[in-house]
């Protein structure tokens, strides 16, 4: 009987039976530390002949990455692989393995569909057994019981055989450079596969630099050339230091799971900065977007249901009709700093002179922003938005703008046909999205709030000033996919075209979106503390500590000192100003309200990327959505 276990516990406990089939000498067993760990017990003698099979190999770093025991670079298309190259390759936490042509992942939850005759045969004798445990390359191993210990290092591919090991219940470890894999504990009585991470950091600096890591026992030095260093390391709180250009970074990482975290290293003035005085209409761009790393990573890609990423903006196989995947793009992981000036900058909670922040590393002073975040409270390297608004798509596959009911799909696809969805209520939307599967929301309301802070960073607080009009004087909304890849695209020439920001299409004007986890109450606004998002209600929010103004055109952003991400206008003027700071208009009302944004064909310079309209109850049903994928460390999605 085969069975699946994952732990996450002290060790590895392997209990080896006298298997007595006629013939044999004894059982193997194999262990795979690392990405996953493999056990299971085999005759060793009457293998089935070795075959292959076809497989495609990429890599978390992108095109042109080289990939271990592969001659060819990422992405290594229709490999010719064996069990053993497979097993080396889906141990290397840098790599996904996906059977050729498709995007099934190979790992070692599904390793013997590939390779049955892999599969655990008889055992037994009086022989003893032969274990061969797979790890990292190097690494010390350790099998011992009441009675035997065995211990070993694993050779330059990570493999090590104990031969004639006696019966018994064992306990397996591995340590390598100071770092001890995870804990798992199992008792194996025919066939068994469960993971055993090692904890790792991927490090990276801005530029080439001697890095040193330490928890204050270990100390390790490190030369980076340019190319990410995976180290693993144990758990606890790890001091990294290096030089950039005659300065000194630190940073400190506390390593609490076993998993990967990626590190960034570089110098404070890295940072993006926009200055803004809201009482002269002036404002400042300090560091250039384009060549900074979170600026750099926004991406369109396809997505798949289970959140990988089929292909990127620029890809062969990247389409927008749906073909391969959701049209999203990916928002990389940022952290931010808002400094209101200490002279005027505040006027009580309004918002008068400030400088909003970038960075791609946590500098001091700056903070993650919420939006990464996962489920489970987990940090999170990205997460994906929508790049359309969204269509709909029924049972059997059909993308449009009539699927639009609780046993629809929300998508984010393009063509001359893809008019979005227009008559959703803010829980319909909510329940399409999350019929895709598992980590797939509505647009919410931390992530809309990072992407309003990397776009005003980077063009300003006036949205149809920095970067375009949008559709905003038409007269119907228009189809998805106007506009090109990557590319910020506006203009002032007209009020028809629609704007693009990094690949986020339309995120004013066209129609209105809902934005999930933000409820409003008598004007007062509430984010949720989770994604368990609910119309109407306060229990799992956070009041936010200021209210949207009565309706009138925007003067003023609010500043919640607990939640500086926080961006919504606190101030209003019966005085339109579609050149000042803002230029947008807000909507707010008494009683429980719902939150959209943007504006839709025909609100002209009420619309903008800060248009928040908080005027209606949760039950309205004529406005669109957006949506949005957020990747879990429990998941195995490819970055």
Same mark, same amino acid.
């Given at each position: 009987?085969?069975?699946? #276990? ?5 060790? /590895? ?10 013939? =044999?000498?004894?059982? #193997? ?52 692989? &064996? ?13 996904? /393995? ?32 032969? /274990? ?12 011992? *019981?009441?009675? +035997?210990?065995? $211990? ?69 030095? #490190? ?32 390593? &609490? ?22 009482? !002269? +209409? ?22 798949? &249901? ?74 999170? &390297? ?27 799909? =929300?998508?984010?696809?393009?063509? *001359? ?7 959703? !209520? ?7 999205? $999350? ?18 802070? =990397? ?92 209210? =949207?103004? *009565? ?23 019966? !005085? ?10 807000? !909507? ?47 998941? +195995?999605?490819?970055?």
């Amino acid at each position: 009987m085969n069975q699946n #276990l994952s732990f996450k516990t002290s060790s /590895v406990q392997i209990n080896i039976n006298d298997y007595t089939s006629p013939g =044999l000498a004894g059982g #193997l067993v194999i262990i795979c530390f690392n990405r996953g760990v493999t056990i299971y017990m085999k005759g060793l003698i009457g293998f089935m002949a070795k075959h292959t099979i076809q497989i495609d190999v990429v890599s978390i770093y992108g095109p042109g990455k080289p990939i271990p025991d592969v001659k060819q670079a990422s992405p290594a298309e229709n490999v010719t692989a &064996d069990a053993h190259l497979v097993r080396q390759l889906i141990s290397i936490p840098l790599l996904t /393995v996906y059977e050729a042509g498709t995007k099934n992942v190979i790992n070692g939850h599904n390793f013997y569909q590939y390779f049955p005759e892999e599969q655990p045969g008889g055992g037994g004798g009086g022989a003893g057994h032969t /274990v061969i445990v797979t790890t990292i390359p190097n690494a010390e191993v350790t099998l011992t *019981s009441l009675d +035997n210990t065995y $211990t070993g290092t694993a050779d330059e591919t990570g493999e090590l055989q104990l031969t004639g090991v006696a019966v018994g219940t064992y306990t397996v470890s591995a340590t390598y450079d100071g770092a001890a894999s995870d804990t798992t504990s199992l008792v194996i009585t025919d066939h068994t596969v469960t993971e055993d991470l090692f904890a790792s950091l991927t490090i990276s600096a801005s530029a080439n630099t001697t890095i040193t890591l330490t928890d204050g026992t270990t100390t390790k030095t #490190l030369g980076y050339t340019g190319t990410p260093i995976v180290q693993y390391v144990s758990l606890g709180t790890w001091d990294l230091s290096c030089t950039i250009d005659d300065t000194v970074i630190t940073r400190s990482v506390l390593v &609490d799971s076993y998993t990967n975290q990626n590190i960034l290293l570089a110098p404070p003035s890295a940072a993006i900065q926009r200055y803004v005085d809201f009482t !002269t +209409n002036t404002t400042t761009l300090t560091g250039d977007p384009d060549a900074h790393p979170v600026y750099m990573g926004i991406n369109r890609c396809n997505v798949a &249901d289970d959140g990988t990423i089929n292909a990127y903006y620029g890809d062969a196989g990247y389409t927008e009709d749906g073909s391969n995947g959701q049209v999203m793009v990916k928002i990389p992981k940022f952290y931010y700093k808002v400094t209101p000036d200490s002279d005027g900058g505040l006027d009580g909670v309004h918002i008068r002179k400030c400088t909003w922040e970038i960075s791609a590393s946590a500098d001091d002073g700056f903070i993650l922003h919420p939006a990464f975040y996962d489920a489970n409270g987990n940090e999170i &390297d990205y997460f994906l938005y929508g790049a359309f608004d969204a269509v709909g798509q029924n049972s059997s596959g059909t993308y449009g703008t009539s699927y639009n009911t609780a046993s629809d799909k =929300l998508s984010s696809v393009a063509g *001359s046909s893809m008019l979005p969805v227009n008559s959703l !209520t803010r829980a319909t939307a909510r329940t399409m999205a $999350t019929n895709r599967g598992a980590g797939w929301y509505s647009a919410g309301v931390k992530q809309t709030m990072a992407v309003q802070m =990397l776009m005003s960073v980077e063009y300003g607080f006036n949205s149809q000033i920095g970067i375009g009009q949008g559709v905003v004087s038409a007269s119907a909304a228009t189809y998805a996919g106007q506009t090109t890849g990557n590319v910020t695209s506006g203009t002032q020439d007209n009020k028809t075209t629609p704007v693009n920001w990094r690949g986020i299409e339309n995120f004013w004007g066209n129609i209105w979106d809902w934005i999930d986890g933000l409820n409003l109450n008598n004007r007062v606004p509430y984010f949720c503390n989770s994604y368990a998002f609910v119309d109407d209600t306060a229990t799992g929010y956070t009041q936010i500590s200021f209210s =949207l103004p *009565s309706s009138n055109y925007i003067t003023a952003l609010g500043y919640d000192s607990n939640n500086p991400w926080v961006m919504l206008p606190s101030e209003s003027s019966s !005085t339109s100003n579609p050149t000042g700071p803002i230029g947008d208009y807000v !909507t707010s009302n008494s009683g429980w309200c719902v939150a959209r944004l943007g504006g839709r064909w025909a609100q002209a310079s009420n619309a903008g990327a800060f248009f928040w309209f908080c005027h209606y109850q949760s039950s309205i049903a004529s406005i669109g959505a957006r949506a949005m994928f957020i990747p879990s460390r429990l998941y +195995n999605v490819n970055p």
